[in-house]
Antibody, heavy 122, light 107 residues
């Protein structure tokens, strides 16, 4: 069974930075596209970012472009999300997600972690 | 971006009854659409991809249909474990976009 374990969430002041991590196991991480999806309190799901298996091709939602950076370490089966210039509206539960498909075809969000909570507040 | 609109916002259904959820895309996504189930405190779960293909392990009472801009998720006979929020999502274009969700509640 696929395992995705997020960590790194916490309380940060507006303008601050934080890096989320996701430890992946029990699937071929090296050949999988991976994503971050978030859910703000009382709101729906919002796609944040996706990275191709090679770590070179990346995609971002406009709401985080230029502030967040997705990356991966295939040698350690770990996905990252570096979040800078954080805003109150970035407060959310952040899910690490395994995409279906074979790059360059990136499909639905097949498997999800339990999430890690980011709170941006002064 | 493609805007996904779900209706209704809340659907009150009795156990054993059929539930029909709708999703509309602002422009055609062909059949490049997925449905997810999300329960409080749990990870979201992929139910349907390709508009109508059940994901591994998803019970047959869940079915998806539609193409282009109009889609439907049907739960043929609601079980207690099916009360949750359901989201549609297109993966035809970037940015990926979700509908706002339909809450299926106990009547």
């Amino acid at each position: 069974e696929v395992q995705l374990l997020e960590s790194g969430g916490g309380l940060v002041q507006p303008g601050g930075s934080l890096r989320l991590s996701c430890a992946a196991s029990r699937f071929d991480f090296t050949n999988a596209a991976m994503s971050w999806v978030r859910q703000a309190p009382g709101r729906g799901l919002e796609w944040v970012s996706t990275v191709a298996p090679n770590g070179v091709v990346t995609y971002y939602a406009d709401s985080v472009k230029g502030r967040f950076t997705i990356s991966r370490d295939n040698s350690k089966n770990t996905l990252f999300l570096q979040m800078d210039s954080l805003r109150v509206e970035d407060t959310a539960l952040y899910f690490c997600v395994l995409n279906g498909g074979d790059f360059p075809n990136i499909y639905a969000f097949d498997q999800w972690g339990q999430g890690t909570l980011l709170t941006v507040s002064s | 971006e493609i805007v996904m609109t779900q209706s209704p916002a809340t659907l009150s259904v009795s156990p054993g009854e059929r539930a029909t959820l709708s999703c509309r895309a602002s422009r055609s996504v062909s059949t490049i659409l997925a449905w997810y189930q999300h329960k409080p405190g749990q990870a979201p779960r992929l139910l349907i991809y390709g508009a109508s293909t059940r994901f591994t392990g998803v019970p047959a009472r869940f079915s998806g249909s539609g193409s282009g801009t109009e889609f439907t998720l049907t739960i043929s006979s609601l079980q207690s474990e099916d009360f949750a929020v359901y989201y549609c999502q297109q993966y035809s274009e970037w940015p990926r976009t979700f509908g706002q969700g339909t809450k299926v509640a106990i009547k």
